[in-house]
């Protein structure tokens, strides 16, 4: 069994800056692709940033490019995501999320492995 754990979110004003840890613990497990996702209260869970976890391409929902940014330390199976210049809107519980598979990155149903969410949220 895999197991991913978030931590790093927290209060923050409109213009800080924030950056949420994802570590994979549990059997041996060399996802594919690693993402995080953000779900708003009466939303739908959304994509946010992915990284191939062998290759290191990412990939990003267009309102967060050039604010957010993805990366991955091998050593430690832990995933980041740097978050500069928030905004209200970025207010969610941000997820991380694992695959083994070859999928669609910005498909939540492509995952099998999720964290419990940590909150972000961002005052104006």
């Known amino acids: 069994q895999v197991q991913l754990v978030e931590s790093g979110g927290g209060l923050v004003q409109a213009g800080g800056s924030l950056r949420l840890s994802c570590a994979a613990s549990g059997r041996t497990f060399i996802p594919y692709t690693m993402a995080w996702f953000r779900q708003a209260p009466g939303k739908e869970r959304e994509f946010v940033a992915a990284?191939?976890?062998?290759?290191?391409?990412?990939y990003y929902t267009d309102s967060v490019k050039g604010r957010f940014t993805i990366s991955r330390d091998n050593a430690k199976n832990t995933m980041f995501l740097q978050m500069n210049s928030l905004k209200p809107e970025d207010t969610a519980i941000y997820y991380c999320?694992?695959?083994?598979?070859?999928?669609?990155?910005?498909?939540?149903?492509?995952?099998?492995?999720w964290g419990q969410g940590t909150q972000v949220t961002v005052s104006s």
């Open positions: 990284i191939r976890w062998s290759a290191s391409i990412t």
């Open positions: 999320a694992a695959t083994s598979r070859l999928n669609p990155y910005e498909n939540r149903f492509a995952y099998e492995y």
